[in-house]
């Protein structure tokens, strides 16, 4: 049995009810979440996250697309710590760090993949002095009641993100984008392989697909994604 941690995630390991896990501080993520230039978002969390974050798309082929909160201008740059190492509790707090130390994913057995998914946690995070999450007849515990609640809400939300950027794709309005930036002091800045909907392209579309774009809520999360871009100037801001 093959399992594949999620980007971000160390070690994962099939979550039991025997299970005691240490659970972070409010806002507190692990190590590795601090050093993530972006992070996967949900199309549910554009129009929050878009107040605060650029929203792109990034894809490894160019044929599938995933839509990230971008969280700094260079490499393995958050921009939304504070000293402590804590998140901005003045800006909306992704969903993909939320659920952190539980995840959920797919498993691979002898080599052909599993259509369920299952609930894991980070293997670092288990430990005998953690908090219970089952009583002793196995029963759910308030504190894994609400994050359960959470975990098993953001994976559907996540397919019906894939689903809309399917959609996006086969549409062809996504395009690739550069954004260049000239800070105060220093070199310029500059950050390539993201993807971006074409407003000339989607202007372009037949009305009727625009109405159905309209009616399934892809075009308002689309309008979201085209403001938030403002946002790069404001990530500007926060590494000055």
């Known amino acids: 049995m093959d399992i594949k941690a999620p980007y971000g995630y160390r070690e994962i390991i099939p979550l039991t009810r025997t299970h005691r896990v240490a659970l972070p501080p ?22 929050a996250a878009a107040r605060d974050y650029p929203i792109a798309f990034v894809s490894g082929n160019g044929k599938s697309f995933v839509a990230m ?18 998140w901005d509790s003045g800006v909306y707090l992704p969903a993909y760090v939320r659920r952190y130390p539980f995840c959920m994913t797919r498993v691979t057995v002898s080599g052909r ?8 946690v ?10 219970a999450l089952h009583d002793e007849q196995g029963n759910p515990l308030p504190a894994w ?5 959470l975990l098993f809400e953001f994976e559907a939300d996540l397919a019906r993100t894939e689903d ?16 260049q ?11 390539t392989g993201m993807y971006r909907v074409s407003e000339q392209k989607l202007n372009d579309l037949p009305a009727g697909k625009l109405k159905e774009l309209a009616q399934t809520g892809v075009l308002a999360r689309v309008y979201c ?15 000055a």
């Open 26 to 47: 409010e806002r507190m993520p692990p190590p590795a979440f601090r050093k993530l230039t972006a992070l996967p978002l949900s199309c549910v969390e554009f129009a």
């Open 69 to 86: 909160a971008v969280l700094g201008l260079e490499n393995q740059q958050n921009l939304f710590l504070t000293a402590d190492g804590a």
């Open 113 to 120: 993949e599993r259509p369920e998914r299952i609930a894991c």
């Open 122 to 131: 980070e293997k670092g995070a288990v430990s005998d002095q953690g908090e």
């Open 145 to 149: 009641e609400a994050r359960k609640k």
């Open 164 to 179: 809309m950027c399917r959609v996006l794709a086969a549409l062809g309005v996504l395009e690739t984008f550069t954004m």
């Open 181 to 191: 930036a000239v800070p105060n002091a220093g070199a310029p800045l500059a950050m």
């Open 225 to 239: 994604h085209l403001l938030s871009l403002a946002n790069f100037a404001r990530l500007l801001d926060r590494r």
